[in-house]
């Protein structure tokens, strides 16, 4: 795939895996001694902005970030103020990660449509 559509693969991607575990905190909040879990998107944002800052980044780069290497980034997330989750949050979390989703969704939707115009010959 092109660099775009590879860039907003991984976006779904990452929003996907965003509502999951922001769901998973949701549903265990009355767990005792449950603490929310979170994803680092470090080398996966640090590519994003890689490929928007040089368009000759290669795909493949955004292309093995694939969704079992983003969701081995999940760890325990520090609670320092002593609630194992915080359910305001979490469904902030989630909420952001649903409009992320359907953004991305519908922008690669158009990309696809316009390519199908291209190969039809159609203005």
Partial sequence: MDLTTEAVRLGISMARLRAEV?????????????????????????????AADDPGTSSDSLASITPSHLRATEHVADADDGVSVNLDGEVAELETASVDYQSLTTVLSRRFALMQLAMAGRN
């Fill in 22 to 50: 922001a769901s998973t905190n949701i549903a265990n909040v009355d767990v005792p001694g449950y603490r929310a879990q979170r994803l680092d998107f470090g080398q996966a944002i640090g590519l994003l902005h890689q």
